[in-house]
């Protein structure tokens, strides 16, 4: 029998809550009986969504949190003050080894400064990093830095690309991954300050498999698995994707609707556009994890629905089996 | 009848150098006989392609150089070195005012510097930018700065801002442009300290419509027309809108060609595919001027066909006639 692994959930995150995360939740354990989830949240509604399903009790609990963390609050101000928000207390429960994962669809700047100043940081990480998968041609490359630090120091970049190093190495079974640094030119001699110095840097590293740097244009031919910035460009990188991803697909329906001719054609397409979306999907890889805290922290799209969430906490069970934070405590 | 504008292009320029550009050249002068050209390059090279072709001989005049800068070469060491270049020439056609613009697909660094050694600056402006047009749902934003200032001071940003704006007027008669700051929230308090100063200089600015803080999701919807950014940001998007787009275009045509039906349905939708890839395809919207300059440099993409070379030539001709080196000088 595998171990039981116990999975906190904040049922009051994201803009589909608390619905689609029960319905994710009821989801997941569906076909995993070794997995144990807090709902985190307001009672009453939590209780409302689970009663309209059918499932193992013994594997839901639900964790009473009156509070609620709004995106537009200042993250480490609302951390401090909301105790009793469903972020503040998932945290809680990775802290007190409770729960061995949280996930959330919350505020990501909460979730980075709770992860902080709640479940702590590894020792020698200096700053926890969010680190996404993004899609490419062949696959997915993993994005890091994606979270709040905005004014990175080369010494956090070389951190991230051992972190992301082992990571992408254990969740995806990739032996030795390639970590490229995203510049404005491929020689050495390129990009500012920050990128020059953590090049310099990268290139002594024994851990990690440094394939130099790379240039945006190549970022979706796949051409590097592990994909170290700072997160200013992290952030830029990720939602550039998401929102161009989604642009070119209506304007590809929008060309596909213009004439009878087009209209046939876009049917007979159907299933093959249906596949080629589904590349797209960023609900297809599951969260992103907080890499560098002393538990795991896993965010999840704001808009996800039960399948994204679904998704997530299975892929905590991953996390989890593979011990990936012993394994990156052992390189700090 | 209109006055004349003479453009010197740079003949060595560029993946597909001397022909593509000889052959541009070409389609621009046959449409607009107010334009007259400096082919700047290999005497010989030139004119063995000139003679592939029938054309008013009055419009183009071929100068000799007899060195070319490397892609690879270190950019302010090139500029110095190589008196005899076609870039150095070219721009000093510019400079001594026998020219109204330098087009060329060649190295953007060696451009960039001597941009500022040869041609010089406008009085007032701290760092030329270049500023390329991206592709969006509903036409195209202007991306502010994507040349070599990559560690940019606020005060450079809000400049960009500002030339960048008048630049979007001229050129697509667009009154009052949108202006936005590229930014990893809309908020005012978000960001790493060089957008968050820029964002306070820049909304004390009347003579620009500032809109705030764009995330790089909305990049795409079209929400500003002007995307104020330091060159590496800028750097990291252009990039990545070239080599996403390809990749997307290369996911959907595998995804079409896996049977036979969604091959069918391809082969309807030819015609609307067409219209899509025209909508991506970065030639269409010409090159990237370098504002701030005592003249029209104007960098155009290294794998320019000859439609790519024509538009940009014909893009000199708005540029000079709507005076816009003039109108920057103006507010600086």
Same mark, same amino acid.
């Given at each position: 029998?595998q171990?039981?692994?116990?999975v906190?959930?904040?049922?009051?995150?994201?803009?589909?809550?608390p619905?689609?995360?029960v %319905?994710?939740?009821?989801?997941?354990?569906a076909?995993?009986?070794?997995?144990?989830i807090?709902?985190?949240?307001?009672n009453i509604?939590?209780?409302d969504?689970?009663s309209?399903?059918?499932?193992?009790k013994?594997?839901? =609990? *639900?964790?009473?949190? @009156? =509070?609620i963390?709004?995106?537009?609050e200042?993250p480490?101000?609302a951390?401090?003050?909301?105790?009793?928000?469903?972020? *503040? %207390?998932?945290?809680?429960?990775?802290k007190?080894k409770?729960?061995?994962?949280?996930?959330?669809?919350g505020?990501?700047g909460?979730l980075?400064?709770? &992860?902080?100043?709640?479940v &702590?940081?590894?020792k020698?990480v200096?700053?926890?990093? #969010?680190?996404p998968?993004i899609?490419?041609?062949?696959?997915?490359?993993? !994005?890091?830095?994606?979270?709040?630090?905005?004014?990175s120091?080369?010494?956090?970049?070389?951190q991230f690309? %051992?972190? &992301?190093?082992i990571?992408?190495?254990?969740?995806?079974?990739?032996?030795?991954?390639k970590v490229?640094? *995203?510049?404005?030119?491929?020689?050495?001699? @390129?990009?500012?300050?920050?990128?020059?110095?953590?090049y $310099?840097?990268?290139k002594? =590293?024994?851990?990690?498999?440094?394939?130099?740097?790379?240039?945006?244009?190549?970022?979706?031919?796949?051409?590097a698995?592990?994909l170290?910035c700072?997160?200013f460009v992290g952030?830029?990188?990720?939602?550039?994707?998401?929102g161009f &991803?989604?642009?070119?697909l209506?304007m590809l329906?929008?060309?596909f609707?213009q004439?009878?001719?087009?209209? !046939?054609? $876009? #049917?007979? #397409? @159907?299933?093959?556009?249906?596949?080629f979306?589904?590349?797209l999907?960023?609900t297809e890889?599951?969260?992103?994890?907080?890499?560098g !805290? =002393?538990?795991?922290v896993?965010k999840?799209?704001?808009?996800?629905?039960a399948k994204?969430i679904?998704?997530?906490?299975?892929?905590?069970?991953?996390?989890a089996?593979?011990?990936?934070?012993h394994?990156?405590?052992?390189?700090?």
């Amino acid at each position: 029998m595998q171990d039981m692994i116990t999975v906190a959930v904040d049922a009051m995150g994201g803009d589909h809550a608390p619905a689609e995360v029960v %319905k994710g939740t009821i989801d997941a354990i569906a076909d995993n009986r070794n997995i144990k989830i807090y709902l985190v949240g307001h009672n009453i509604s939590i209780n409302d969504e689970l009663s309209k399903y059918t499932y193992n009790k013994e594997q839901i =609990e *639900v964790v009473d949190a @009156k =509070e609620i963390i709004d995106l537009h609050e200042s993250p480490v101000m609302a951390i401090r003050r909301k105790k009793e928000s469903s972020i *503040v %207390k998932g945290l809680k429960l990775v802290k007190e080894k409770k729960a061995d994962a949280f996930v959330s669809a919350g505020s990501t700047g909460a979730l980075l400064a709770g &992860g902080t100043f709640v479940v &702590g940081r590894i020792k020698g990480v200096e700053r926890p990093a #969010l680190a996404p998968f993004i899609p490419h041609k062949k696959g997915v490359s993993l !994005l890091i830095d994606c979270g709040a630090n905005v004014d990175s120091k080369a010494s956090y970049l070389v951190q991230f690309a %051992k972190m &992301g190093s082992i990571y992408y190495e254990n969740v995806l079974g990739v032996k030795n991954p390639k970590v490229a640094l *995203v510049n404005i030119g491929e020689e050495e001699s @390129k990009g500012n300050s920050l990128v020059k110095e953590a090049y $310099a840097l990268l290139k002594q =590293e024994d851990d990690i498999q440094f394939i130099g740097n790379i240039e945006a244009r190549d970022i979706s031919s796949g051409k590097a698995d592990v994909l170290v910035c700072d997160a200013f460009v992290g952030n830029i990188i990720l939602k550039y994707t998401e929102g161009f &991803g989604l642009t070119l697909l209506s304007m590809l329906k929008d060309a596909f609707l213009q004439d009878t001719r087009s209209k !046939l054609g $876009a #049917l007979l #397409l @159907k299933p093959a556009l249906k596949k080629f979306k589904k590349q797209l999907d960023y609900t297809e890889y599951g969260g992103a994890p907080l890499l560098g !805290l =002393e538990g795991l922290v896993v965010k999840t799209h704001g808009s996800s629905d039960a399948k994204a969430i679904k998704n997530t906490i299975i892929q905590c069970k991953t996390f989890a089996e593979q011990n990936i934070n012993h394994k990156i405590k052992q390189k700090f």
